[in-house]
């Protein structure tokens, strides 16, 4: 796929800074495969949009504070921003890191009382780091920040730390949230329950690499940044049993996705992902998809044009911009119902 086909006008003041007043205040544009024209509603109305008898599919990761400041013996700052644990402890991490000079190996940055950073050596683009502290998942827990994107431009604040987190997060290890699922809440996710929507979860540790701007114009030279994901043998059951059943599968957020789509494809229930989804990939699990509205020129609007398909896609998106409807992580949200099509037999 060409890069500029990802292309679109995109006013920066419909780039949500801050969450709606609730979660699932927001608004949602429904695509709709058997109507001519997309279709505006609200969050709330996922409940009754849903079919019956489907299987949404969340991602339970659990965004840590991976944001960690301080000085060097110099007085100059420097900002990590933790990525991947290294090992079991928790202790050695790989990180990208900020400051006005050069971080230089060896150096060890004051974050806190308890807790230092010494940068071991570089990884390429990032950094290996240790963090010097006496139980390091608590010193991150009392230390960081909130990862929250760079496009928002503003620190984080306390009331972050749980609006940047969905209600079911359940296994730390993200450095950005599984942004779709924002939006639900338990009442929501009950109302579901009752129309005899079930529910899984599996599991993708988002990464930074989820921002990165596609700088290339082929989409297939773009490298994508390697995120650890797990399908539990309980999550794979689901889908297995929805499957054969011919219920569909409705992903909440790229995420799940990507997950869902890695274990078809792999075969294997854990590991890394690079997976990039574009135009022209046969979908193995999922059928449809609740997400936000994703920057121009990024791997996430090609996965969903994958599924909803180009035109209609970008048809969408032009209502959506020209409505006012507010964009990305804390933005409002898209529907992509699924189409009647021959169920793919998950995985056993």
Same mark, same amino acid.
Request: hydrophobic residues 45%; negative net charge; aromatic residues 6%.
């Given at each position: 796929?060409?890069?500029?086909?990802?292309?679109?006008?995109?006013? +920066?003041?419909?780039? #949500?800074?801050?969450?709606?007043?609730?979660?699932?205040? *927001?608004?949602?544009? %429904?695509?709709?495969? *058997? +109507?001519?024209?997309?279709?505006?509603?609200?969050?709330?109305?996922?409940?009754?949009?849903?079919?019956?008898?489907?299987?949404?599919?969340?991602?339970?990761?659990?965004?840590?504070?991976?944001?960690?400041?301080?000085?060097?013996?110099? &007085? /100059?700052?420097?900002?990590?921003?933790?990525?991947?644990?290294?090992?079991?402890?928790?202790?050695?991490?790989?990180?990208?890191?900020?400051?006005?000079?050069?971080?230089?190996? &060896?150096?060890? %940055?004051?974050?806190?009382?308890?807790?230092?950073?010494?940068?071991?050596?570089?990884? *390429?683009?990032?950094?290996?780091?240790?963090?010097?502290?006496?139980?390091?998942?608590?010193?991150?827990?009392?230390?960081?920040?909130?990862?929250?994107?760079?496009?928002?431009?503003?620190?984080?604040?306390?009331?972050?730390?749980?609006?940047?987190?969905?209600?079911?997060?359940?296994?730390? *290890? +993200? %450095? #950005?949230?599984?942004?779709?699922?924002?939006?639900?809440?338990?009442?929501?996710?009950?109302?579901?329950? #009752?129309?005899?929507?079930?529910?899984?979860?599996?599991?993708?540790?988002?990464?930074?690499?989820? !921002?990165?701007?596609?700088?290339?114009?082929?989409?297939?030279?773009?490298?994508?940044?390697?995120?650890?994901?797990? %399908?539990?043998?309980?999550?794979?059951?689901?889908?297995?049993?929805?499957?054969?059943?011919?219920?569909?599968?409705? #992903?909440? /957020?790229?995420?799940?996705?990507?997950?869902?789509?890695?274990?078809?494809?792999?075969?294997?229930?854990? /590991?890394?992902?690079?997976?990039?989804?574009?135009?022209?990939?046969? !979908?193995?699990?999922?059928?449809?998809?609740?997400?936000?509205?994703?920057?121009?020129?990024?791997?996430?609007?090609?996965?969903?044009?994958?599924?909803?398909?180009?035109?209609?896609?970008?048809?969408?998106?032009?209502?959506?911009?020209?409505?006012?409807?507010? !964009? !990305?992580?804390?933005?409002?949200?898209?529907?992509?119902?699924?189409?009647?099509?021959?169920?793919?037999?998950?995985?056993?």
């Amino acid at each position: 796929m060409r890069t500029d086909d990802l292309d679109f006008e995109l006013p +920066a003041e419909l780039i #949500a800074t801050e969450p709606p007043a609730e979660r699932d205040g *927001g608004r949602l544009l %429904v695509l709709d495969p *058997g +109507a001519p024209h997309a279709e505006h509603a609200a969050v709330r109305d996922l409940a009754a949009r849903i079919p019956a008898g489907a299987l949404l599919v969340v991602n339970d990761t659990k965004v840590i504070p991976a944001r960690l400041a301080g000085v060097k013996p110099s &007085g /100059g700052r420097v900002e990590f921003l933790l990525v991947r644990a290294l090992d079991a402890s928790h202790r050695r991490w790989e990180a990208l890191g900020r400051a006005s000079k050069p971080i230089r190996d &060896g150096v060890v %940055v004051r974050i806190g009382d308890g807790l230092d950073v010494r940068v071991l050596q570089r990884l *390429g683009s990032m950094l290996e780091v240790e963090l010097l502290a006496d139980e390091p998942d608590v010193a991150i827990e009392e230390h960081g920040g909130v990862p929250l994107p760079p496009y928002m431009r503003r620190a984080p604040r306390p009331s972050d730390r749980e609006r940047y987190q969905t209600v079911y997060a359940a296994r730390p *290890g +993200a %450095v #950005a949230a599984p942004t779709a699922g924002l939006h639900l809440t338990t009442d929501l996710l009950d109302a579901l329950a #009752a129309r005899g929507v079930t529910r899984t979860a599996v599991t993708l540790h988002v990464g930074p690499g989820t !921002f990165a701007p596609v700088t290339v114009d082929d989409l297939d030279a773009h490298p994508m940044h390697p995120e650890w994901y797990e %399908v539990t043998p309980e999550a794979a059951a689901a889908v297995g049993e929805a499957k054969r059943d011919g219920r569909p599968v409705v #992903a909440v /957020g790229t995420t799940v996705v990507r997950t869902l789509e890695s274990w078809a494809r792999s075969g294997s229930e854990r /590991g890394e992902t690079r997976m990039l989804i574009q135009p022209g990939y046969e !979908f193995a699990v999922v059928d449809g998809l609740v997400t936000n509205f994703h920057l121009p020129r990024s791997t996430l609007l090609a996965l969903v044009m994958a599924l909803g398909g180009v035109d209609r896609v970008r048809d969408a998106y032009r209502a959506a911009v020209a409505d006012r409807y507010r !964009f !990305f992580s804390y933005g409002d949200a898209m529907l992509l119902l699924p189409r009647a099509r021959t169920m793919v037999p998950a995985p056993r």
